[in-house]
């Protein structure tokens, strides 16, 4: 069964860094593309970020760009998302889900919530 | 303000039909596949259909996509109360190198 398990939210005041994790099992993690959602509290989804299979190639939406950082390590079958620069607006549940090419999604984690407050 | 346009909601009774339009540009839906994704409340999303129209195993063939030109369109038949969720339509879009997500439609069973 493909699971895929976020953790590392919280809160965290502006300005500060969250690092989430996202453990994948029940599928071989290395031949999937991944990537980031979130989802502000009543709002919609956005795309955050996206890496290839071998970590070479990263996309990250306009709103990240310079402050987050997507990463994976195969051999432990993790994604990962360092967060810097936080802002208030960065608050909300994040997802990790998996991409079989295409930029489709077919599964998502449950989500970690980040909370971005003073 | 999303890239992709859907319509913020959508309302029929059980056991009729409905369908959510998803309208973009040639950056995206216009090059790229189309896929939709199902919300139920307090719950990740669930990929309906992938590739403009095809469904995922276990989904079932009352969920439909088409696409034409820079619009896509998600139909639900044989409506039923459980299907009471927010739809996302997404693609890739080629100017922004990104993903892009619709703004979602609630769908309301009467």
């Known amino acids: 069964e493909v699971q895929l398990v976020e953790s590392g939210g919280g809160l965290v005041q502006p300005g500060g860094s969250l690092r989430l994790s996202c453990a994948a099992s029940g599928f071989t993690f290395s031949s999937y593309e991944m990537n980031w959602v979130r989802q502000a509290p009543g709002k919609g989804l956005e795309w955050v970020s996206y890496?290839?299979?071998?970590?070479?190639?990263?996309y990250y939406a306009d709103s990240v760009k310079g402050r987050f950082t997507i990463s994976r390590d195969n051999a432990k079958n993790s994604l990962y998302l360092q967060m810097n620069t936080l802002r208030a607006d960065d608050t909300a549940v994040y997802y990790c889900a998996r991409d079989p090419g295409g930029r489709s999604f077919d599964y998502w984690g449950q989500g970690t919530l980040v909370t971005v407050s003073s | 303000q999303s890239v992709l346009t859907q319509p913020p909601s959508v309302s029929a009774a059980p056991g009729q039909k409905v369908t959510i339009s998803c309208s973009g540009s040639n950056s995206n839906i216009g090059n790229n596949y189309v896929s939709w994704y199902q919300q139920l409340p307090e719950t990740a999303p669930k990929l309906l259909i992938y590739?403009?129209?095809k469904r995922p195993s276990g989904i079932p063939d009352r969920f439909s996509g088409s696409k034409s030109g820079t619009s896509a369109t998600l139909g639900i038949t044989g409506l039923q109360t459980g299907d009471e969720a927010e739809y996302y339509c997404?693609?890739?879009?080629?100017?922004?190198?990104?993903?892009?997500f619709g703004g979602g439609t609630k769908l309301t069973v009467l």
């Open positions: 890496i290839s299979r071998r970590g070479s190639t990263l």
């Open positions: 997404g693609t890739w879009d080629n100017s922004l190198s990104a993903v892009v």
């Open positions: 590739d403009n129209n």
